[in-house]
């Protein structure tokens, strides 16, 4: 793939992200980024509310070339029950894609069905979380999940905050 530069991301209003947030729930994404500021207000996160728009916001900008500009994230943190497209057709979506499929992707989700913790991990999640119910327990959640694949976690070059110019056909 090509690589273009951020100066090139900038003209397309992009901007390197670390956390995409793929969460139906207001009250959940609200929460979510609540504990995210508290751990550390330079994570950016982007939130879109189900599997549709988070293909969409990976697939951002048509090129004249007729490929596709995306910041990809350093983590994308999804929930399963959703509308339009949910959790798990979003994930079969995207690890068809050979670009996109080795962003970390952690489920945070209500659901503690075998069926869907089974069906996750067949198709390549890196982690799997049920939602807590308590405040406390849920911040410590999310400071761990921060600080384990936002800060320390590396990843290879072609997901580094540089954009990168592809052909995503999604």
Known sequence: PLRTSLVEASKHNLKPIDILLVEDSLADAELFMAAVRYYSRDIEIHHVSDGAEAIDYLSVTSLPDHGRISVFPKLILLDLKMPRVDGIQFLEHI?????????PIIVFTSSSTESDIQRCYQLGVNAYFVKP??????????????????????????????????????
Not at 95 to 103: M, R
């Open 95 to 103: 690890k068809q894609h050979s670009l996109l499929k080795v962003i």
């Open 133 to 170: 119910v308590d405040f406390d327990s849920y911040t410590d959640y999310i400071h761990r999940i921060c600080d384990c694949w936002v800060e320390k976690n590396r990843l290879p070059k072609i997901l580094s905050p540089e954009p990168v110019v592809a052909s995503l056909h999604l």
